[in-house]
C-alpha cells in the first residue's frame, strides 16, 4: 500500500534480525541493555557494539532508561541496518487505556529514522508478544499511526511480522486503511 505522503507500506512474515533496511526497530526494555523476544534477538544478532552503544546511553541521556513511548537511536552492529532505533512499548492493560503510548512509539520511531535520514524502516509488532497487546488491536494502531506519520526522506515501512498468525491481523488492519 502506498500512503497519501508517497510512503510503501509493506507486511512481511519472516526474522527481523534478518532484514535489510536503514533502521531495524527494537522492541526494547526500558533498560536498554537487552532482553527477551525481539529485543532479545536483536542484541544476539547486531553482537556488542549494540550494547555498548546502549550503556553509552545509559550513562548520558537515559540514566534511568528510556521513557515508555520514546525512541532512541544506535549503531545496528552487526545486523543488515545502519542504525537500530530502540523504543520501550507500553504493557497493555485491560483497565487504563495504553494507546497513545503504542502509538508514540511508531510516530517517535518513524521520527527519530526521518531525522537520520533513514529511506527503509523495519518494524516488529511492538508490545504484542510478552507485553500482552492484544495482537488485532495492535496491528490496527501500528498501521493506522504508521500510514498518518510515515512522510519522506523515508520512502518504505515494513511491518516484519514471526509469524502466519501476526500476519493476518496486520493484513487485516492493512485493508480496513485502504
Known amino acids: ?5 508517497g510512503v510503501t507500506v509493506r507486511l512481511v512474515r519472516g526474522d527481523l534480525t534478518r532484514q535489510t533496511a536503514d533502521v531495524i526497530v527494537n522492541a526494547a526494555n526500558s533498560s536498554l541493555l537487552g532482553g527477551g523476544g525481539v529485543d532479545g534477538a ?32 544506535t549503531t545496528a552492529g552487526a545486523l543488515d541496518a545502519r542504525w537500530v532505533v530502540h523504543t520501550v512499548g507500553p504493557v497493555w492493560s485491560s483497565v487504563e487505556d495504553r494507546s497513545a ?24 509488532a511492538i508490545s504484542t508478544g ?4 492484544p495482537l488485532d488491536d495492535g496491528a490496527r494502531i501500528a498501521v493506522r499511526t504508521v500510514i498518518e506519520e510515515a512522510v519522506p526522506p523515508v520512502e518504505e515501512v515494513r511491518f516484519v511480522l514471526f509469524d502466519d498468525h501476526a500476519y493476518v491481523e496486520f493484513e487485516s488492519a492493512l485493508a480496513a486503511q485502504r
Open 130 to 133: 510478552i507485553y500482552g497487546w
Open 1 to 5: 500500500m502506498r500512503t497519501s505522503h
Open 101 to 124: 503510548l503504542l502509538a508514540s512509539c511508531y510516530r517517535e520511531s518513524l521520527r527519530v529514522a526521518a531525522e537520520l535520514g533513514a529511506r527503509t524502516v523495519a518494524f516488529p
Open 42 to 73: 536483536i542484541h544476539r544478532r547486531g553482537g556488542p557494539e549494540i550494547l555498548a552503544a546502549c550503556r553509552e546511553l545509559r550513562a548520558s541521556h537515559y540514566g534511568k532508561g528510556l521513557r515508555t513511548g520514546q525512541a532512541v537511536a
